[in-house]
């Protein structure tokens, strides 16, 4: 059965496709992660930072291992960390339920 949930987007690394202060709906994965594909937006939880869910958009994946990006240049993503394992996604991102005024 799947949780679902919510948060709210704080920073500009997923703009313009979400802002600062939009809220987002989430399926919370618990150990699904094998099944996303590229594209989609997801909740990633690092194992460095443990508490703090960044939102990223799936660039690719390649031995059960994936490469996320914020859709800014200005991003802090793969660029930097390299390869995600799959526990460090979280949730998968469904829609934006509520824009920010921004």
């Given at each position: 059965?799947?949780?679902?949930?919510?948060?709210?987007?704080?920073?500009?690394?997923?703009?313009?496709?979400?802002?600062?202060?939009?809220?987002?709906?989430?399926?919370?994965?618990?150990?699904?992660?094998?099944?996303?594909?590229?594209?989609?937006?997801?909740?990633?939880?690092?194992?460095?930072?443990?508490?703090i869910f960044?939102?990223?958009?799936?660039?690719?994946?390649?031995?059960?291992?994936?490469?996320?990006?914020?859709?800014?240049?200005?991003?802090?993503?793969?660029?930097?960390?390299?390869?995600?394992?799959?526990?460090?996604?979280?949730?998968?991102?469904?829609?934006?339920?509520?824009?920010?005024?921004?």
């Amino acid at each position: 059965m799947s949780k679902f949930g919510t948060v709210s987007v704080s920073g500009q690394s997923m703009q313009p496709t979400y802002n600062d202060g939009d809220w987002l709906l989430v399926r919370w994965l618990e150990g699904q992660a094998n099944k996303l594909e590229r594209g989609s937006i997801v909740v990633i939880e690092r194992e460095e930072r443990p508490g703090i869910f960044l939102i990223k958009r799936i660039h690719k994946f390649h031995s059960g291992r994936y490469w996320v990006e914020g859709d800014s240049s200005e991003s802090t993503d793969s660029r930097q960390w390299g390869w995600l394992s799959p526990h460090e996604i979280r949730g998968k991102v469904l829609f934006r339920y509520w824009r920010s005024k921004n």
